[in-house]
């Protein structure tokens, strides 16, 4: 009997998505502590080295779970071999109006446009400073996911980036330019040419201390355009990319259940390991793959494509915790 499937999900499926979420993440912030103190010892051979980090097992989760890092000791008592905090922005915001996340269970899809809500830079560096001065801060790699402020114009969309870097950058294992929301109006022209070689220059002449600075892309580019972030990524020695981001893409859901926002779940799997694939095939830089991960089968299409991680976002949401510890076992059992 699964647990979470047949009991919980379903309960919580009666809800609200974003309130659930809320309800979730309040949960794991007050029980985070004591789920740290009780952190499963993943097997040895799980482990992986990525861009000079240790990996207790490869499975992370994915930005926009805990987007404020107010539960990051729960991450690694969960059983994930990272986390990814964020998106974090400049400047503090509330996002889009509500209601902004939709469930499609018979696709086993989200639709989500909440537009990067999150406390801003500055309250979240002063939260995980207040957590650095525990003894709860996790050993799993921490990573931190920055986008741009919704009112910021793209033509100072580097400078917002910068801010959010600098106050942030003694706190994150390493560091992720989401550049591909579909839910910031914009965002995604950062993908192009000139605009993202101007910010990955200037982040990475303000990468003092050398943290792995990797780039967020969404699965909607075209082939040429994925080959360009390929050569700037390796100009400015980037180390690595996640592939992907949500897709507009709503041709894979019935009709009655497509609006405005990104999908993400199983109608995104065919197409992040086409270009979990493709990238693998072009570029000697590591590829952490998030997208349509609902099974440790999913997960294996992922790493066969040449993904170094996973990242689970949706498939947690459906299929619950034990998700992690079924693709740790698959893995296993390939030897």
């Known amino acids: 009997m699964n647990l979470y499937k047949e009991i919980v999900r379903p309960f919580l499926f009666l809800a609200d998505p974003e309130a659930v979420h809320h309800f979730a993440m309040d949960s794991l912030a007050l029980f985070g502590p004591l789920l ?7 097997d040895p051979r799980l482990a992986r080295s990525v861009f000079g980090l240790r990996f207790p097992n490869p499975v992370g989760l994915a930005a926009g779970f805990d987007k404020n890092g107010v539960a990051l000791p729960a991450w690694q008592g969960l059983g994930f071999g990272f986390a990814e905090i964020g998106t974090i922005t400049a400047r503090a915001q509330p996002g889009n109006p509500k209601p902004r996340i939709f469930r499609v269970p018979e696709s ?5 446009r909440l537009g990067f809500n999150n ?3 500055d309250a979240v560096a002063a939260r995980l400073q207040r957590l650095r001065e525990t003894t709860q801060w996790p050993s799993i790699p921490v990573g931190i996911n920055l986008g741009k402020s919704k009112v910021t114009p793209l033509t100072e969309a580097t400078a917002d980036y910068l801010l959010s870097f600098e106050r942030l950058q003694h706190f994150g294992d390493y560091f992720v330019l989401n550049v591909s929301s579909p839910n910031t109006p914009g965002l995604r022209n950062l993908q192009d040419g000139p605009a993202l070689d101007e910010l990955l220059g200037h982040i990475q002449r303000r990468n003092t201390a050398g943290k792995p600075v990797v780039l967020k892309i969404a699965p909607d ?7 360009e972030i390929l050569a700037l990524t390796e100009e400015h020695k980037l180390a690595g990319i996640i592939a992907t981001n949500t897709t507009i893409d709503h041709s894979s859901v019935a009709a009655e259940h ?3 926002g990104g999908l993400s779940g199983a109608p995104l799997r065919a197409r992040a390991t086409e270009v979990v694939r493709f990238i693998a095939q072009r570029s000697k830089a590591p590829v952490i793959a998030v997208g349509g991960i609902m099974s440790a089968d999913d997960a294996l299409e992922k790493f066969d494509a040449g993904a170094a991680l996973v990242q689970l976002y949706t498939g947690y949401i459906y299929e619950g915790p034990g998700l992690i510890g079924k693709i740790c076992r698959a893995l296993l059992q390939r030897g």
């Open 221 to 227: 580019l075209e082939w040429a355009a994925i080959e």
């Open 119 to 121: 406390d801003g830079c």
């Open 258 to 260: 497509r609006t405005q």
């Open 36 to 42: 740290h103190r009780f952190a499963p010892v993943s």
């Open 108 to 112: 086993r899809a989200l639709i989500n």
